[in-house]
T-cell receptor, first 115, second 114 residues
Framework: AQSVTQPDIHITVSEGASLELRCNYS??????LFWYVQSPGQGLQLLLK??????LVQGIKGFEAEFKRSQSSFNLRKPSVHWSDAAEYFC?????????????FGRGTSLIVHP | DGGITQSPKYLFRKEGQNVTLSCEQN?????MYWYRQDPGQGLRLIYY???????QKGDIAEGYSVSREKKESFPLTVTSAQKNPTAFYLC?????????????FGPGTRLLVL
């Protein structure tokens, strides 16, 4: 069965520091991978997605992610974090079931940014 | 502006009562989804619909029901059979339901049981 693991429940960084959020997936075929961000009490917004091709994907707000098939990982990175990046981050894998698209989300990582 | 609206923002349910959460989109999307979010558990899929008058159960459909009579509307009913309904409910849509598409989310409804 498809699954997504985000091993870190909370991550704390200082403003201006670099960031890496981890995501590991379990999926038999070529995965379709996503990162979403959620501000408190709000819906989710897509940061970036990977389907094929270049394994380094650029997204919005200065985020990037790298797909590593050998490690079954799709970690999210940002070189310099801003206070406004404090939010919940979700990794997701898209799976096909009965001809329909079923997304599976990880449990999320909460990012705390210190000034 | 195009987007997804959910109402109400907060909803209170009494024991044994059914409540309906509204989800409307003006993005002309075919596919719509309902998720439940609990602290530390991420999002779990309740129901989804790829076309009007058709919908499929997700991973946690028990105690919930939906309808899709109009393309722009996908209301979710939390029935009295759902024993632990307190959660944050998110509605989403995508153009056709293809796996490569972005899902667009509404602002959510927080349901509380009195």
């Amino acid at each position: 069965a498809q699954s997504v693991t985000q091993p870190d429940i909370h991550i704390t960084v200082s403003e201006g520091a670099s960031l890496e959020l981890r995501c590991n997936y379990s999926y038999g075929a070529t995965p379709y991978l996503f990162w979403y961000v959620q501000s408190p009490g709000q819906g989710l917004q897509l940061l970036l997605k990977y389907f094929s091709g270049d394994t380094l994907v650029q997204g919005i707000k200065g985020f990037e992610a790298e797909f590593k098939r050998s490690q079954s990982s799709f970690n999210l990175r940002k070189p310099s974090v801003h206070w406004s990046d404090a939010a919940e981050y979700f990794c997701a894998v898209g799976r096909i079931s009965g001809g329909s698209y079923i997304p599976t989300f990880g449990r999320g990582t909460s990012l705390i940014v210190h000034p | 502006d195009g987007g997804i609206t959910q109402s109400p923002k907060y909803l209170f349910r009494k024991e044994g009562q059914n409540v309906t959460l509204s989800c409307e989109q003006n993005l002309n999307h075919d596919a719509m989804y309902w998720y439940r979010q609990d602290p530390g558990q991420g999002l779990r899929l309740i129901y989804y619909s790829q076309i009007v008058n058709d919908f499929q159960k997700g991973d946690i459909a028990e105690g919930y029901s939906v309808s899709r009579e109009k393309k722009e509307s996908f209301p979710l009913t939390v029935t009295s059979a759902q024993k632990n309904p307190t959660a944050f409910y998110l509605c989403a849509s995508s153009p056709t339901g293809s796996v490569i598409e972005t899902q667009y989310f509404g602002p959510g409804t927080r349901l509380l049981v009195l």
